[in-house]
């Protein structure tokens, strides 16, 4: 077997008024099994006592892979992402980590796997997560969604090995390990990944697609370019759950409770928040129709703006920002001969 030497992976923690759970997310990151890696936390001007939480913890742990910037004023989430990108050094690929959510220590080490395939190169990989609340007890095994098929039968068998064995004496859950991988190299409106924590990122996809106006994600990032991603350059779903996503009653999205069944993670409308990001993706696509066609090649970005405007025109009632111009002109290249259709 030959080896090869892993590449670094640059860990961006973004923080807005989550002091009860920032610490246990800066060491969640800083304990990976993957060693080669620098960590950026950027608090979003909170309100809170981030900072000193923040401070107090880097002081303790004295690693020097870590690095704290705090800004000024209130970014929003692509904002506070952006500014720790920019403080990266040579990273090849990117994680971010939500403040209040808790990666597992092989998270690095599985996604990096994943990206490293030998089968097909991809832009990002995202996996499945536990759900936990306030006191990082555990409330789900799984986000109901993920990978779920689309006949999903309402009666069949659990299968044992989706089951987590006890240990009594430490009071914990253990789950056992699930090598499965899905590979999406395509896209489609029914298609779903999970939540910012779930993902990494090859940095020079994020070059290509990272929103340059911050209040196109202030919130919703995730979707944002997990969408983007498998549309332009598929995206790999890792089954096992690698972190434990947090409701802990403040979340800025998952405002509802876990009931069971197909549960609904919050009370927003998300047919209309979709919609919204989904149009400045197609914006920011027609946009940087030059650079992704330089990336990619002209067939693929004009499939992939198809695919999207597609989704887009069956609310005909939406009223769309983006370049009518821009726009036939990358769906006339889909008509070409030798150029598939969808």
């Given at each position: 077997?030959?080896?090869?030497?892993?590449?670094?992976?640059?860990?961006?923690?973004?923080?807005?008024?989550?002091?009860?759970?920032?610490?246990?997310?800066?060491?969640s990151?800083?304990?990976?099994?993957?060693?080669?890696?620098?960590?950026?936390?950027?608090?979003?001007?909170?309100?809170?006592?981030?900072?000193?939480?923040?401070?107090?913890?880097?002081?303790?742990?004295?690693?020097?892979?870590?690095?704290?910037?705090?800004?000024?004023?209130?970014?929003?989430?692509?904002?506070?992402?952006?500014?720790?990108?920019?403080?990266?050094?040579?990273?090849?690929?990117?994680?971010?980590?939500?403040?209040?959510?808790?990666w597992?220590?092989?998270f690095?080490?599985?996604?990096?796997?994943?990206?490293?395939?030998?089968?097909?190169?991809?832009?990002?990989?995202?996996?499945?997560?536990?759900?936990?609340?306030?006191?990082?007890?555990?409330?789900?095994?799984?986000?109901?969604?993920?990978?779920?098929?689309?006949?999903?039968?309402?009666?069949?068998?659990?299968?044992?090995?989706?089951?987590?064995?006890?240990?009594?004496?430490?009071?914990?859950?253990?789950y056992?390990?699930?090598?499965?991988?899905?590979?999406?190299?395509e896209?489609?409106?029914?298609?779903?990944?999970?939540?910012?924590?779930?993902?990494?990122?090859?940095?020079?996809?994020?070059?290509?697609?990272?929103?340059?106006?911050?209040?196109?994600?202030?919130?919703?990032?995730?979707?944002y370019?997990?969408?983007?991603?498998?549309?332009m350059?598929?995206?790999?779903?890792?089954?096992?759950?690698?972190?434990?996503?947090?409701?802990?009653?403040?979340?800025?999205?998952?405002?509802?409770?876990?009931?069971?069944?197909?549960?609904?993670?919050?009370?927003?409308?998300?047919?209309?928040?979709?919609?919204?990001?989904?149009?400045k993706?197609?914006?920011?696509?027609?946009?940087?129709e030059?650079?992704?066609?330089?990336?990619?090649?002209?067939?693929?970005?004009?499939?992939?703006?198809?695919?999207?405007?597609?989704?887009?025109?069956?609310?005909?009632?939406?009223?769309f920002?983006?370049?009518?111009?821009?726009?036939?002109?990358?769906?006339?290249?889909?008509?070409?001969?030798?150029?598939?259709?969808?």
């Amino acid at each position: 077997m030959r080896s090869a030497k892993l590449p670094r992976v640059g860990i961006v923690i973004a923080n807005h008024n989550n002091a009860a759970y920032v610490a246990e997310a800066i060491g969640s990151a800083a304990y990976q099994t993957v060693r080669n890696l620098e960590i950026v936390i950027v608090d979003d001007a909170s309100t809170d006592n981030s900072d000193e939480v923040i401070r107090e913890t880097l002081t303790q742990m004295a690693d020097a892979r870590l690095r704290y910037i705090r800004l000024d004023a209130n970014y929003g989430q692509a904002g506070a992402i952006r500014h720790g990108i920019d403080a990266l050094g040579s990273s090849e690929f990117v994680c971010f980590l939500d403040s209040d959510d808790v990666w597992h220590d092989n998270f690095i080490e599985r996604h990096l796997a994943a990206h490293l395939n030998a089968d097909f190169p991809v832009g990002f990989t995202y996996c499945d997560c536990h759900f936990i609340n306030a006191e990082s007890e555990l409330l789900a095994g799984t986000a109901w969604w993920f990978e779920r098929p689309p006949a999903d039968a309402p009666h069949r068998l659990v299968i044992s090995d989706t089951v987590p064995a006890f240990d009594a004496a430490k009071a914990s859950a253990n789950y056992p390990p699930n090598p499965a991988m899905t590979l999406h190299a395509e896209w489609s409106p029914s298609w779903s990944s999970n939540s910012t924590a779930s993902m990494m990122f090859r940095r020079s996809v994020l070059k290509l697609i990272m929103p340059s106006v911050d209040e196109y994600a202030r919130l919703y990032l995730d979707f944002y370019l997990s969408t983007f991603c498998v549309l332009m350059f598929g995206g790999i779903a890792i089954h096992e759950a690698l972190y434990s996503y947090r409701m802990h009653g403040k979340n800025k999205h998952s405002n509802a409770e876990v009931l069971g069944g197909t549960f609904q993670t919050s009370s927003k409308d998300w047919g209309t928040i979709s919609q919204d990001i989904m149009e400045k993706i197609l914006t920011v696509m027609l946009e940087r129709e030059a650079a992704l066609t330089r990336a990619i090649g002209a067939d693929h970005y004009a499939r992939g703006v198809l695919q999207l405007n597609k989704a887009l025109a069956k609310d005909r009632r939406r009223i769309f920002s983006f370049s009518w111009d821009s726009l036939a002109k990358a769906i006339a290249r889909t008509l070409r001969p030798g150029v598939r259709q969808y």
